[in-house]
């Protein structure tokens, strides 16, 4: 059984960066951040694969927000920039006890989940 343990959230002005931390307590594959706002299904937000050959990214952050991995760490990252108050949720990492090829945003393929780190982005 893998843990994951995200830090790094805050409240922050529109407009601003936040960088978001998961770590693992054991060796896993493709890694995945999802997020869920008030009274709305968990969405996906952005995916890496183990080598960090690919990466995946829901249309509403591309180009705002990069996902990375440090392996050696067993730690993925999600740098977060020109937020948004539309960002505000809950942050999850998630897992995958395999890899693939490519990246995923399939919620169904994740095995691990984090307890999630709250981002609240204000107007």
């Known amino acids: 059984q893998v843990q994951l343990v995200e830090s790094g959230g805050g409240l922050v002005q529109a407009g601003g960066s936040l960088r978001l931390s998961c770590v693992a307590s054991?060796?896993?594959?493709?890694m995945g951040w999802f997020r869920q706002a008030p009274g709305k299904e968990r969405e996906f937000v952005a995916a890496?694969?183990?080598?960090?050959?690919?990466?995946l990214y829901a249309d509403s952050v591309k180009g705002r927000f990069t996902i990375s991995r440090d392996n050696a760490k067993n730690t993925v990252y999600l740098q977060m920039n020109s937020l948004k108050p539309e960002d505000t949720a809950v942050y999850y990492c998630?897992?995958?006890?395999?890899?693939?090829?490519?990246?995923?945003?399939?919620?169904?393929?994740?095995?691990?989940w984090g307890q999630g780190t709250q981002v609240t982005v204000s107007s």
């Open positions: 890496i694969t183990w080598s960090g050959g690919s990466t």
């Open positions: 054991g060796r896993t594959f493709s």
């Open positions: 998630a897992a995958r006890r395999g890899d693939s090829p490519l990246a995923t945003g399939n919620r169904a393929e994740y095995d691990y």
